[in-house]
């Protein structure tokens, strides 16, 4: 495949030039640094949401803290729209700001207006967001076969079946070419830096989830990985219990395996097979206790004992933390 195959080049310039080019984080760049964008102020009940934003889900907690620092700094940087022709703007990049802005009590904002075919908005959200990785593995399946079907009119089911077939690495086939719709969905994997291999066997599974596996991993901050390793636990109460404990718990990747590989228990059950209190819960009780018992935090010996035990406590938290993020970038590499 050449690179122009990997390119979409739109208007002259293509879309990842046009991103690049253009502000879109509210830290960086106010409105009058820019001098080669079209920005306007619009009301922002002028402003409506792109209905095929990549992007399902929102952190509600990210947009409050979002909008409390609008309250306090103001707007900056601008959102991404097109003009449509009932005299509204519809969002190509920005929708959380634009939320955020609206939950913050602004009555208009900042905005970089162009031209966008529904192609080109779709791609440029979903170079947007990829670049922020803001997009969770779902979200970006779901958005790179809707960008086949846009610009390709390769249906959602066809493209999943020709990368399933044609991208299975086949001895047999080795010397059948591949067909030009194959060629299309590979200049959109390459467009994003997404590896074939990658798309079908990591992306694809993604769609088979169970629907609350889906719902965890978009909304509850569920990796992926771990979601395809919960999959695999057939039993649906079984499986339930267990992904309630790993959110709870907030269990690695590679705790969450071992828990699966150790063998679901029986129906009905649940998860623990003894009444002793796990590890999470011992934590959880005890600082239960500890906002209970006032007079704990005014006494200097103990005070002094607790500070100690606090920042032991940070310290194996942040070696954790970084051990499992490790692991996480080793097992999508």
Not at 289 to 308: D, G, I, N, V, Y
Request: glycine share 4%; with cysteine.
């Amino acid at each position: 495949m050449t690179k122009s195959n990997a390119a979409f080049e739109l208007k002259g310039k293509s879309v990842l030039g046009r991103l690049i080019s253009t502000p879109r984080q509210e830290e960086t760049q106010t409105p009058e640094e820019s001098d080669e964008t079209k920005i306007k102020l619009i009301p922002i009940d002028a402003i409506v949401r792109n209905e095929s934003q990549p992007r399902q889900y929102f952190s509600e907690e990210s947009i409050e803290s979002l909008a409390a620092s609008l309250k306090k700094h103001s707007f900056r940087g601008a959102i991404n729209v097109r003009h449509l022709d009932n005299n509204t703007y519809e969002i190509i990049a920005g929708e959380r700001r634009w939320r955020a802005a609206k939950k913050a009590g602004l009555t208009e904002v900042p905005c970089i207006i162009d031209d966008y075919t529904d192609e080109e908005a779709l791609e440029f959200a979903l170079v947007e967001n990829l670049q922020r990785e803001d997009l969770s593995k779902l979200e970006e399946t779901e958005g790179v076969l809707q960008l086949i079907e846009t610009k390709f009119g390769i249906s959602r089911e066809q493209a999943i079946t020709i990368v399933r077939s044609e991208g299975h690495p086949d001895k047999s086939r080795s010397n059948v070419a591949p067909s030009e719709e194959f060629e299309h969905i590979l200049s959109v994997l390459a467009a994003f830096n997404i590896e074939l291999q990658t798309f079908r066997t990591k992306n694809l599974r993604t769609l088979d989830l169970p629907d609350e596996l889906k719902e965890a991993h978009l909304t509850q901050g569920l990796s992926y990985l771990s979601a395809l390793e919960l999959s695999k636990v057939k039993d649906e109460e079984t499986r339930t219990a267990l992904l309630k404990e790993v959110l709870a718990a907030r269990l690695s990747f590679r705790e969450v395996k071992k828990r699966v590989q150790e063998g679901a228990p029986a129906k009905g059950k649940g998860i623990s097979a003894s009444h002793e209190p796990s590890l999470f819960e011992r934590v959880e009780d005890s600082l239960k206790k500890a906002k209970k018992a006032k007079t704990f935090f005014e006494k200097p010996q103990k005070k002094k004992r607790l500070e100690r035990l606090l920042k032991d406590l940070e310290a194996l938290l942040k070696e954790s933390e970084d051990t499992e993020n490790k692991e996480s970038k080793q097992e999508e590499s």
